[in-house]
């Protein structure tokens, strides 16, 4: 089959092109619970560009080139392929969406459902993923799409989508009416992470973005306010919440002094959810505890909350903006993720 092959690092990103289009051999059932997809669309996640300047080499390959060469792509949507032999309740055709662990489901960690967190292999960062004709996965990752969505119009909920709805569901759970919610970032997660909040509780969205493009797509999908990061950021997010700032922040870009600002704009007794990385989070200790703030961080999601975003997907509450690439086009789809050209998410189509 063909795929997206990554050779080598590059920690400046700053090579033409980063993987590679080539044959490489087809995915194998070497396990009764396997199942071969067919993909339909994988998304191209700023964890790729990630993956690519190294960022998670101390965690998935900390001699430097043992992973290599790698197929990425971690959020996945096709049709089913090809099946072992324990395989129940699906047939070949069956289009599905991929939760992004793999894991044998047999840890205590695992069986109380905290899929993320225990032992398996995460294809597209540790192992061969979705940049790819197809992708050999576990039924137990699978999720059933109904008729009203087609893989590749949902291929970026596997991650990006299930992220969002895990921390907006957080979130969620403490917002009432009349309290405010900070977003941070309203491109490829964001954008999805408003309209989960929307269709999960009452509270005022305050969305703050550098681009005006995003902050398009914000009030798109449902922002109340809208504030251009930069300068006065604070100040304009202090006075929407009379000076007390929110009683949540959503982070999802983590880098380039969100994490200093977010906190800023958390209220005494808040929540900060940090979603995106690549700063280190500082702060004295004696300012969380005088304002007895949270910080919060969040990792994918369930299974289970795989499942529930597609039934909000099935009932339109919530919808991708979607950019389409072939599987041939993947460095300029990650060329123009990182020059941030896209207007929600790209999508790899093969």
């Given at each position: 089959m063909k795929a997206q092959v990554l050779h080598r690092y590059d920690?400046?990103?700053?090579a033409p092109s980063w993987v590679e289009y080539e044959d490489v051999p087809d995915p194998r059932i070497t396990s009764p619970s396997d199942v071969i997809v067919r993909i339909g669309g994988a998304g191209v996640c700023r964890t790729d560009l990630h993956i690519i300047e190294g960022v998670w080499r101390p965690h998935m390959d900390p001699t430097g080139q043992a992973l290599l060469p790698l197929i990425m792509g971690h959020e996945n949507a096709g049709w089913i392929e090809e099946m072992g032999t324990e395989v129940e309740g699906l047939r070949k055709g069956d289009p599905v969406i991929v939760h992004p662990k793999i894991t044998d489901g047999l840890s205590l960690t695992n069986r109380r459902g905290h899929d993320m967190h225990g032992p398996g292999r995460f294809p597209g960062l540790d192992s061969n993923g979705g940049y790819a004709e197809a992708l050999a996965t576990s039924v137990r990752n699978l999720v059933k799409l109904p008729a009203t969505l087609a893989p590749k119009d949902v291929a970026p909920y596997a991650d990006a989508g299930l992220t969002a709805y895990h921390v907006a569901k957080k979130a969620a759970r403490e917002l009432?009416?009349?309290?405010?919610?900070?977003?941070?970032?309203?491109?490829?997660?964001?954008?999805?992470?408003i309209q989960c909040l929307k269709a999960m509780c009452a509270a005022d969205i305050i969305v703050v973005d550098r681009s005006d493009l995003s902050l398009g797509l914000a009030r798109e999908c449902g922002a109340d306010h809208l504030v251009k990061a930069g300068e006065g950021a604070l100040e304009a997010v202090l006075s929407l919440t009379s000076g007390n700032g929110a009683e949540a922040v959503i982070d999802f870009v983590g880098e380039h002094g969100t994490t200093s600002l977010g906190l800023a704009m958390t209220r005494a007794m808040g929540n900060y959810y940090i979603v995106g990385y690549g700063e280190n989070i500082t702060i004295p200790a004696v300012d969380m505890i005088i304002?007895?703030?949270?910080?919060?961080?969040?990792?994918?999601?369930?299974?289970a909350e795989l499942?529930?975003?597609?039934?909000?997907?099935?009932?339109g509450l919530v919808k991708l903006a979607v950019q389409e690439y072939g599987l041939k086009q993947a460095n300029e789809a990650l060329h123009d993720l990182h020059a941030g050209r896209i207007k929600g998410r790209a999508v790899l189509v093969p």
């Open positions: 920690e400046e990103l700053t009432v009416a009349g309290q405010y919610c900070v977003v941070i970032g309203a491109g490829g997660l964001g954008h999805i992470g304002t007895e703030r949270n910080i919060i961080g969040n990792l994918v999601g369930t299974w499942n529930e975003l597609m039934s909000l997907a099935d009932r």
